[in-house]
């Protein structure tokens, strides 16, 4: 059975950063890519960014392109997400998903808690 899990969030001051991580274990097999979500109260989940699992190609969301930059590490299973000059826009719960050839569809984590004060 799949698991993510995230860790790494926290209450931040505006201009601050902030890393989290996720770490995937169980079937990792046709693997395709990992990736970050957010979802703010009262709105739906949206994309961060992601990155190829087997390359290291990379997307992000206009809103957070040239601030937060999302890396992986394949041995140990883990991606990260590096969170900078934070604003207070950029409170949310973040869930990391992963995304199998074939599968249709986004597993995801648990979600950390990423809150920013002004």
């Known amino acids: 059975q799949v698991q993510l899990v995230e860790s790494g969030g926290g209450l931040v001051q505006a201009g601050g950063s902030l890393t989290l991580s996720c770490a995937v274990s169980g079937r990792l097999f046709n693997l395709y890519k990992m990736a970050w979500f957010r979802q703010a109260p009262a709105k739906e989940r949206d994309f961060v960014a992601d990155v190829t699992w087997s390359g290291a190609t990379t997307t992000y969301a206009d809103s957070v392109k040239d601030r937060f930059t999302i890396s992986k590490d394949n041995t140990k299973n883990t991606i990260y997400l590096q969170m900078s000059s934070l604003k207070p826009d950029d409170t949310a719960v973040y869930y990391c998903?992963?995304?199998?050839?074939?599968?249709?569809?986004?597993?995801y984590g648990q979600g950390t808690q990423v809150t920013v004060s002004s």
């Open positions: 998903g992963a995304y199998w050839y074939g599968a249709g569809n986004w597993h």
